[in-house]
């Protein structure tokens, strides 16, 4: 049986975009809480002891009732702030170029109607309402590759939102809709979660809007290379929320209703686990894109991991080094031309202070660093074949991809 070259492209195409639906909606306590603009100014609030919630007995309208949960409580003061994004952007079609291949042109004939380059693909994800000016924070990759998007209120409301700055390292991104007196979200803190603390989880998973799911901190200061993205520059926060294609963007809460993180659903194959952006992050991240339209974040140019005695063993004997410390930071591997190049800095250093600061993990270190400014210097304590050696590094900027 003899194929036309639009049905082959109509085969094809099923199966191109059953693989890549959702590609862009998915990847992926402070008891005073603060506003968008107070968190501008505030950099790392002092520790507290968590807050663990009671049951707020009889709903409205239900005296004597158990029906409002600090849950509900949470959901009601944030639900109205959360949005669905929609975004549409053009793709290459592989199909076209697949077909231009002289072999299958001879199969299928030369009149034929030729397909198409560019394909349209859509995608579902959530953000929430920073200000009541329609200010908007999302996920870098809900947005990526295009300059506006359409934003629904959980009212209905519909309004076409700029993409005012994308930054890819941390997966932030920010939006702006033209709109006076919207409900906006209360920031809280992820400085000092504990695991096992309340999670609360809202957005619009595979086209589900406003789904509330709960769960715990799971743990925190996850790196980037733990979760398996070690491109984004973020120490996470992981919670069993669940958290699927369509959150990403979303807020997680905790038991007050204040938000501690951006959810992103980063990795698709990650069953029972989920994964937040620290709100700190976030919110500094935003303030930049909102003033700046870009970020511009510190680069030392190391790659690193946590050591342990089967780790000390294994690093010393693929790459012929001489690590002596059981625990701590070492570097792996040194980018040439980097900052810490330069700085004098090696593979099989160990670091343990950083400014003056004793640094046991290497998402101590990435916090730091990143807390810090491009061209900075930086005074780095390693152990260095058993010896205590200082290093000053002059931090450079992150070098985009182009």
Known sequence: ?????????????????????????????LPQSYSFRQLKNVTVAPPVDPVVPNSVNGAVGSPGGDNVNFIANAVQKVGPAVVRINATRKVANPISDALKNP??????????????????????????????????????????????VQVTLKDGRTFEGKVLGVDAVTDVAVVKIKANKLPTVRLGNSQNLIPGQWAIAIGNPL??????TIGIISATDRTSAQVGVPEKRVSFIQTDAAINPGNSGGPLLNAQGEVIGVNTAIR???????????????????????????????????????????????????????????????????????????????????????????????????????????????????????????????????????
């Open 1 to 29: 049986m003899k194929l036309s070259l639009k049905q082959l492209a109509v085969y094809l195409s099923l199966v191109v975009i059953g693989g890549g639906a959702g590609l862009l909606g998915s990847r992926y306590l």
């Open 207 to 212: 086209g589900l809007d406003n789904t509330v």
């Open 268 to 402: 698709a194959d990650a069953q029972g686990l989920g994964f937040a952006i620290p709100i700190e992050t976030a919110a500094r991240i935003a303030n930049e894109l909102f003033t700046k339209g870009r970020v511009e974040h510190p680069f030392l140019g190391i790659e690193m991991t946590d050591l342990s005695p089967s780790k000390k063993q294994q690093i010393n004997l693929e790459n012929q080094l001489n690590i002596q410390p059981d625990a701590g930071v070492v570097i792996k591997g040194v980018l040439e031309n980097s900052p810490a190049k330069q700085g004098g800095l090696l593979p099989g250093d160990v670091i343990q202070k950083v400014n003056g600061k004793p640094m046991r993990t290497a998402a101590q270190v990435q916090k730091l660093v990143e807390s810090s400014s491009v061209g900075d210097v930086l005074e780095i304590e390693v152990n260095r074949s058993g010896r205590t050696q200082s290093f000053k590094v002059q931090s450079g900027a992150y070098p985009h991809k182009k």
């Open 103 to 148: 072999l299958l042109r001879r199969f299928f004939g030369e009149n034929e109607q030729p397909i198409p380059e560019e394909r349209i693909e859509r995608g579902t994800g959530s953000g929430f309402i920073l200000s009541a000016n329609g200010e908007l924070l999302t996920n870098a990759h809900v947005v990526a590759d295009t300059d506006t």
